[in-house]
């Protein structure tokens, strides 16, 4: 079932001025809105139950009584994962408590990712990058490790790709972009003004552009012409650095394997042709 309230908050920016007054309302206060009637929901937020019902629309529900399904369970499957475990790092923490609440809160990373990606995005994504003379890479920091993970996956498919590890290199290539390359942009929070810089240089030369960004309303989301969302639960200690980078991660996993198997046989053929055997080690 996917996540109506991460949805609903990723399009609230979109949504008609009386639509995001329910949005708000429902994502500030979601169990005492699920107690209400599509009515009663209506007189509390000064809106109509047809405005309600075209939020609904919106975000991909028929309409209210499916939304509030999906609503009900998100917030039972999250009060079910708060009750087991409190799972912020503490200072008392033992080995066993960092490694159970780091791995969980990439697990829930990974499952609100999930919930996020829209496969038409995914099939379309998949198409440029098939259409495309060369993919152009783009990532600061952690998000540069998720381009260097693509990096090593297109290249195995012999689809031509650049990366560069620094600003000025990466914008560079955003300059000599074309409408017959594809950027594909990866910032976790949308705001990094370098990535912004190079995105802007390649929608004035036209270039289509994937972003792996989180689900907020951002500068990297709004030059966007695709968006893969990531959610992340970040720890104390690296935040905006770890579960993000899993999900980016993911993401990255999921467009390569989407686009191999839009081209079985060749990919296949790919694989086999640049796959680097070890040295078997001689017993001494």
């Known amino acids: 079932m996917k996540s109506a309230l991460l949805h609903l908050r990723e399009a609230v920016d979109s949504l008609s001025p009386a639509e995001r007054t329910v949005a708000n309302y429902l994502l500030e206060n979601p169990d005492r809105a699920m107690k209400l009637s599509i009515h009663e929901l209506a007189e509390r937020t000064f809106s109509s139950p047809s405005s309600i019902i075209r939020m609904c629309h919106r975000i991909g529900f028929q309409g209210y009584k499916e939304f509030r399904q999906a609503v009900t369970y998100e917030i039972a499957v999250r009060k079910k994962s708060a009750e087991e475990q409190h799972k912020e790092i503490t200072r008392s923490d033992s080995m066993e408590d960092i490694i159970e609440k780091i791995t969980y809160k990439n697990i829930i990373s990974l499952e609100d990712t999930k919930n996020l990606l829209e496969p038409e995005?995914?099939?379309?994504?998949?198409?440029?990058?098939?259409?495309?003379?060369?993919?152009?890479?783009?990532?600061?920091?952690?998000?540069?490790?998720?381009?260097?993970?693509?990096?090593?996956?297109?290249?195995?498919?012999?689809?031509?790709?650049?990366l560069n590890d620094d600003w000025h290199s990466q914008y560079l290539q955003a300059r000599n972009a074309s409408e017959q390359d594809l950027g594909i942009v990866i910032s976790y929070s949308g705001e990094t003004q370098e990535v912004i810089e190079c995105m802007k240089v390649m929608r004035e030369n036209k270039t289509p552009i994937i972003a792996i960004t989180r689900c907020v309303a951002s500068p990297v989301s709004e030059l966007a012409d695709l968006r893969l969302y990531t959610a992340a639960n970040e720890s104390t200690f690296r935040s905006g650095a770890m579960s993000s980078r899993i999900s980016q991660l993911n993401i990255i996993d999921i467009l390569y394997t989407a686009f191999a198997n839009s081209e079985y046989e060749y990919c296949l053929e790919q694989l086999s042709k640049t796959h680097i055997s070890k040295p078997l080690s001689k017993k001494r």
């Open 121 to 162: 995005t995914l099939k379309k994504s998949v198409e440029l990058v098939r259409n495309c003379r060369t993919v152009l890479l783009f990532g600061l920091g952690a998000s540069l490790c998720a381009a260097r993970d693509a990096y090593l996956k297109f290249l195995r498919l012999n689809k031509p790709c650049v």
